[in-house]
T-cell receptor, first 114, second 113 residues
Framework: ETGVTQSPTHLIKTRGQQVTLRCSSQ?????VSWYQQALGQGPQFIFQ???????GRGNFPPRFSGLQFPNYSSELNVNALELDDSALYLC?????????????FGPGTRLTVL | DQQVKQNSPSLSVQEGRISILNCDYT??????FLWYKKYPAEGPTFLIS?????DKNEDGRFTVFLNKSAKHLSLHIVPSQPGDSAVYFC????????????FGKGTMLLVSP
């Protein structure tokens, strides 16, 4: 069973640029969530995709957008990068059922905005 | 407003002893709680979870206790091992609708030989 994978591992961008981060969900999972983890903080929820539809969104501006594909992989796009966007971006996949929704995380993408 | 709080930034324990990590929450709608362990340069790894209908869940050396009236949960690790040294995050969710995880800031556990 393959776990959650993310690419790239590290990325350096300059302010104003755009970035796309990618995530492959764990086999059998139908839900992908994205989180931003700033230094010294816990992960903060960006949005969730379930069956290719955005299923919920945290307190992030519209320049953070995403996609989920038919194979349940996902992309996070960030436009007009700001210095504060520097963080670890985590993708988590899960199988949404009535009784449980444990999310399994990938290794993350470290984004640095200069 | 932080809905999930881990008030101890760090904890040091000797190998073989018990580690107790604490977590408080304010949102009474939370009905599912999880603990994750995170090593540097890795994503969080799921450890153990508990539903609000239970007050205890055990998995090997890890036990999670939930006190709903106090809105408090704790993770017990017995016996602690040096490989347990990591940052531990408490997370909570509401299972209905979309279930986002709300995380605490984490507690760094150091287990010394």
């Amino acid at each position: 069973e393959t776990g959650v994978t993310q690419s790239p591992t590290h990325l350096i961008k300059t302010r104003g640029q755009q970035v796309t981060l990618r995530c492959s969900s764990q086999s059998g999972h139908n839900t992908v969530s994205w989180y931003q983890q700033a230094l010294g903080q816990g992960p903060q929820f960006i949005f969730q995709y379930y069956r290719e539809e955005e299923n919920g969104r945290g307190n992030f501006p519209p320049r953070f957008s995403g996609l989920q594909f038919p194979n349940y992989s996902s992309e996070l796009n960030v436009n007009a990068l700001e210095l504060d966007d520097s963080a670890l971006y985590l993708c988590a996949s899960s199988l949404k059922t009535f009784s449980t929704d444990t999310q399994y995380f990938g290794p993350g993408t470290r984004l640095t905005v200069l | 407003d932080q809905q999930v709080k881990q008030n101890s930034p760090s904890l040091s324990v000797q190998e073989g002893r018990i580690s107790i990590l604490n977590c408080d929450y304010t949102n009474s709608m939370f009905d599912y709680f999880l603990w994750y362990k995170k090593y540097p340069a890795e994503g969080p790894t799921f450890l153990i979870s508990i539903s609000s209908i239970k007050d205890k869940n055990e998995d090997g050396r890890f036990t999670v206790f939930l006190n709903k009236s106090a809105k408090h949960l704790s993770l017990h690790i017995v016996p602690s091992q040096p490989g347990d040294s990591a940052v531990y995050f408490c997370a909570a969710s509401v299972k209905t609708g979309y279930s986002t995880l709300t995380f605490g800031k984490g507690t760094m556990l150091l287990v010394s030989p």
